[in-house]
């Protein structure tokens, strides 16, 4: 069966860098796209970026972009998104989902990103 | 201030049904056949029900159904049960290899 697996919570200070890791399995991972949404505590979901099967064409959305880098290796089946110049405001739970047909279908357990100074 | 615009709560009876708005504009979601919709419980990750616009995942309830009218979208919930009280959020892609979500509606089942 598919499955999305995160890494654990952070704990990180303004200014910081985080770097998120999901590792696929049960699919052909080289096969489809890999989002990444974000929750803030207690709002709603906010869509942050894909990376294309590849992994070599990104999109990043405007708000963060230059402060967001996704990659992946298909070696280990694993997607990585780093978000850099940390802000109180970047506190939230970060989510991997898998792409398809313009939707997303499996979803990481989420990975809670605490910024306080 | 998310792209796409929803009611913030809905409500209805078990056995009802409920419907969720979402508008967005002839960018997004009038302009595309992609929006999907997506149920959240407390704590827990977000679940796919509806993809291009009518279509269910295999296992979602045929309880639940989308369609769309112009530059709103909408999602319904049919014959309501207790464990159909959540979050819901609409999404749609928005051009340029980009997507957005709507900011959620909460579902309670009275």
């Known amino acids: 069966q598919v499955q999305l697996v995160q890494s654990g919570a952070e704990v990180k200070k303004p200014g910081a860098s985080v770097k998120v890791s999901c590792k696929a399995s049960g699919y052909t991972f080289a096969t489809y796209n890999m989002h990444w949404v974000r929750q803030a505590p207690g709002q709603g979901l906010e869509w942050m970026g894909k990376i294309n099967p590849s992994g070599d064409g990104t999109t990043y959305a405007q708000r963060i972009q230059g402060r967001v880098s996704m990659s992946r290796d298909t070696s280990t089946s694993t997607a990585y998104m780093e978000l850099s110049s940390l802000r109180l405001e970047d506190t939230a739970v970060y989510y991997c989902a898998r792409g398809y047909n313009y939707g997303h279908d499996y979803w990481g357990q989420g990975t809670l990103v605490t910024v306080s100074s | 201030q998310s792209a796409l615009t929803q009611p913030p709560s809905a409500s209805g009876s078990p056995g009802q049904s409920v419907t969720i708005s979402c508008t967005g504009t002839s960018s997004d979601i009038g302009g595309y056949n992609y929006v999907s919709w997506y149920q959240q419980h407390p704590g827990k990750a977000p679940k796919l029900m509806i993809y291009?616009?009518?279509?269910?995942p295999s296992g979602v309830p045929d309880r639940f159904s989308g369609s769309k009218s112009g530059n709103t979208a909408s999602l319904t919930v049919s014959g309501l049960q207790a464990e159909d009280e959540a979050d819901y959020y609409c999404?749609?892609?928005?051009?340029?290899?980009?997507w957005g979500f709507g900011g959620g509606t909460k579902l309670t089942v009275l």
């Open positions: 999404s749609s892609y928005i051009g340029s290899n980009n």
């Open positions: 291009e616009v009518t279509k269910r």
